[in-house]
């Protein structure tokens, strides 16, 4: 599905996966769950890794923070808790307040989030 390399400024975030027909979100990652992912795309002696985190979504778990993506049809939750192949699909940011300093980040103070799309050749 996708990879995600983001510098969140240490503020609280997260990531869904929605399917587009029914709006619904079918998985969420929050970014204190990945905290240090990203330190192996850097160099060793950069000092600002630890600002960053990088998560997939997939639909199988496999190395790093990972979240699982299911499928729609047969889904035995109903077809609500799943996107399937080929359905149209977005991935919706969201930056909270700091739970110590009940402050948020100044949107020009953002680097916003990108997702990277990854398909298999045929």
């Avoid at 997939?56 to 699982?68: A, D, F, L, Q, W």
Wanted: hydrophobic share 30%.
């Amino acid at each position: 599905m996708g990879l995600i390399i983001t510098k969140p400024g240490r503020q609280f975030t997260n990531a869904g996966f929605y399917g587009e027909d029914k709006i619904n979100g079918v998985s969420v990652i929050y970014s204190p769950e990945c905290e240090g992912s990203a330190s192996e795309f850097f160099p060793k002696d950069y000092n600002e890794s630890e600002n960053y985190y990088v998560y997939k979504m997939g639909r199988k778990r496999s190395k790093g923070c990972s979240e699982i993506i299911p499928y729609s049809t047969k889904n035995p939750q109903g077809c609500c808790y799943g996107v399937d192949n080929n359905q149209k699909a977005f991935i919706g940011f969201r930056l909270y307040l700091n739970q110590k300093t009940l402050i948020g980040p100044a949107p020009y103070d953002v680097i916003w989030d990108k997702a990277i799309l990854f398909k298999k050749k045929r």
